[in-house]
């Protein structure tokens, strides 16, 4: 082989699996990303049943119930919309009402916010960034509980 | 007092790095071998003022001196003194001395280590690290000053996250910025080839033992968080594909193409400017990463505080070595010259096939990660990345990847008989296809996806221990020839053999343990009981437990095989009162490879538990093969060549012979 050859090889090669790279890349994102939405976006346009989505808002007060097993409902709430959520094991430590959290998951035919994945904070001073978002959007946002130390840190 | 000496000790480094970033430059570009010796002075001093500078923040921390604004933010004089150490680092401004002082060390270790470094490129090279260091202390002193003190003094300190006190916060961020800093030095080192406009076979002898210095401890580095973030925070998952993770993995995915380009480099003197261009994009995906999560970009446990003027400081910082060190590749890259031919099918076509999947797994994880961001910043529009996209992605590009690890060490140089190399490994071959049939056997379809992953680990072991088998001439001669032939082999082809076996294990515990694996989620009460496989475990009851700053209630579970008692497990409920944050402490307990897994929900009041027990298969591989690779990488670095004094310029025209 000439040298032009071989190089026409590697660059050829280089070529392929770039083009792979890129092809996988694009699949992927039309089809392995999550959106997020809040509970006001859920309620006005339902994501369709089998479409992923993260839910960010507020833990509703008084809305957490746990039942046999592990299985817990509670309900996430932007102050202007609520959507019911049901979520099975173990929540995050800081998963508390009144809360931000944000849950992953799919909306099913009744309206049922179905959660596998839910998510708190790290600590008493974080608020989830798109938590945050999603409340200034409702006009429930009060920068004093979300930037300061939560309520519950203050009842110490 | 002491403070304020750690504090001026800063100012004089940054002083001394601004003086070894342009004396020795200047001197390097003028021919002054007085100025370039200035070098090695400035780099050994930066390192002991930045050294002294950490120890009185160590000190500060040790002896809870609540006058200072970091201690008092971070610290409390009750917290157990291993966790007073590492709480240095367990926060913004403290992570960042550290990496401060990790930059600088590594530059000292240039200067005392390299007598047989030529002193123009040494003084280049210790240049262009006095510029990232000076770049960092500036960074440290006006943005992020650990030092600075509060009046009045508290009485307490407000405590350290508590998902941070832990043994994994002592080792994971100083093996990971070893890492991390570590590239900096091939950085460095491209800098100074472009600069200088002459690269060799030298070259690539130097940084090599960087590289694989600095890769070893970012392998270990990203495996300890990964076992740390296992074990902490109580889901039984190992890796999650958060960007703060991925941050770590690109320039680790970046450095193991570095390393392997630079064999090709050091052996055949191709691949020069891809080489140099993976250099540089090792310690940009470092800085990259460093920007990722000190900046507040991103939420998350990493990102201690967020500060905005912090993000632009590093983001500038990014953009004026990486926009700076691609305009000079730019410039200089075509004058370096062509390398040694090879066909397609050879040890360096290999080699390159490596790298490109390699680069190319990178990219995916890149778009990942930075995807989201941007789109956010142009559309306003949330979305996220999650395991289903990397998995999409970066799985498939991995896998022709690990098939063809194997065929590698096979293949000769400039012209490799791939036939020949297919045949040395049809044992390994026939090891994978029983492993798939007597799985099939015992299991069915079913797990037949599974099954193709333990075969890939099969295949990668088998495979990697088959070239040693070959070069020992393993059953065609005596046991005792093999012996002799095998311990006559360069510690580097064992490092392979070890490294790519490392491999094999990481991917074997990845695939058990996400096909095999048993999740229970159920409310117990005490002396109810859960079986899980063969095992049986008791709800034995509930000990109250305190420590430190924290109170809490541990479960003491008995575990029982066949009615034997085989371990007693308790993972934990605390409180850390300071904080008033809840965490969960899982209980693990090792069986052979396989672990399994007990974490806590809630306890109510009439002593019903929520438990979560995970049955993992194997899972204790994914880490211990990251050790193993290590090991190889380790076992690599001792080998003479890379020790004894490489070759002189005056040799680096003359070819090397193909083996």
Known sequence: MTRKQRRLTLISLAGVVLASAVGLVLFALSDGITFFTSPSDVLAKPPAPDQRVRLGGLVEQGSIVKEADGVVRFAVTDGRATVPARYVGILPDLFREGQGVVA????????????????????????????VEALKKSGEWRPEEGSGPAPQAVQR | MIVEIGHYALVLALALALAGGTLPFWGALRGDVRLMAVASTTAVAQFLLVALSFAVLTYA??????????????????????????????????????????????????????????????????????????????????????????????????????????????????????????????????????????????????????TLTAWCFLTLGIAMGSYWAYYELGWGGWWFWDPVENASFMPWLAATALLHSAIVMEKREALKIWTILLAILTFSLSLLGTFLVRSGVLTSVHAFATDPTRGIFILCIL????????????????????????????????????????????????????????????????ISVGAPFFDMTFGPMMVPLLIAVPFGPFLAWKRGDIVAAGQRLLFA????????????????????????????????????????????????VSLAESWRRGAGLPRSAWGTTVAHFGIGVTVLGIIASTAWNSETILTLKPGETVTVGSRVLTMDGFVPISGGTY?????????????????????????????????????????????????????????????????????????????????????????????????????????????
């Not at chain 2, 049955?615 to 880490?623: D, G």
């Open chain 1, 104 to 131: 992953e998951g799919k909306v099913d035919a009744n309206g049922l916010f179905v959660a596998d994945t839910v998510l708190a904070k790290h600590d008493e001073t974080y608020m989830p960034k798109e938590v």
């Open chain 2, 61 to 210: 921390y040790v002896v809870s001196d609540f006058s200072v604004q970091n201690v008092v933010e971070n610290s409390h004089s009750l917290k157990p003194l291993l966790y007073k150490v590492s709480g240095v680092w367990g926060n913004h401004e403290g992570s960042m001395l550290l990496w401060v002082l990790i930059l600088v060390l590594f530059g000292a270790l240039v200067a005392m280590f390299s007598e047989n470094l030529p002193l123009k490129l040494k003084a280049l090279v210790l240049s262009v690290q006095s510029w990232i260091s000076a770049a960092f202390l500036l960074f440290v002193l006006i943005a992020s000053n650990p030092f600075l003190r509060l009046d009045p003094a508290p009485l307490q300190g407000r405590d350290l996250n508590p998902l941070l006190q832990d043994v994994g916060l002592a080792i994971h961020p100083p093996l990971l910025y070893l890492g991390y800093v570590g590239c900096s030095i091939s950085f460095a080192f491209a800098i100074a080839a472009l600069i200088d406009g002459r690269i060799d076979a030298a070259w690539a002898r130097w940084v090599r033992p960087w």
């Open chain 2, 319 to 382: 953009c004026v070595f990486i926009g700076g060190a691609f305009s000079l590749f730019a410039a200089r890259a075509g004058s370096l010259g062509q390398g040694g031919l090879f066909a397609p099918i050879s040890r360096e076509g290999a080699l390159v096939l490596n790298n490109l999947l390699l680069t190319a797994a990178c990219a995916t994880v890149f778009v990942g990660t930075l995807y989201p961001l941007a789109l956010e910043a142009l559309t306003g529009e949330k």
């Open chain 2, 429 to 476: 071959f026939g090891a994978a296809m029983t492993v798939v049939v007597i799985g099939l056997a015992l299991m069915g379809t079913p797990s037949a996806l599974a099954l193709f992953g333990i075969a890939l680990a099969v295949w990668l072991m088998v495979g990697a221990l088959s070239e040693i088998g070959f070069r020992t001439k393993l059953g065609r």
């Open chain 2, 551 to 659: 109170t809490g209630t541990s479960v003491r579970f008995t575990v029982r095989e066949g009615g034997n008692v085989v371990a007693t497990m308790e993972p934990e409920k605390r409180l850390y009162s300071v904080q008033n944050m809840p965490t969960t402490e899982a209980a693990i307990k090792t069986f052979g490879f396989s672990q399994l897994y007990v974490s806590l929900g809630d306890i109510s009041a009439d002593g019903s538990t929520v438990v979560r027990v995970y049955w993992k298969t194997l899972v204790a591989l994914i880490w211990l093969g990251a050790l193993v690779m290590t090991a190889g990488g380790v076992l690599s670095l001792s080998d003479r060549r890379l020790r004894v004094g490489a070759p002189k310029p005056a040799r680096r025209s003359v070819p090397l012979p193909a083996e």
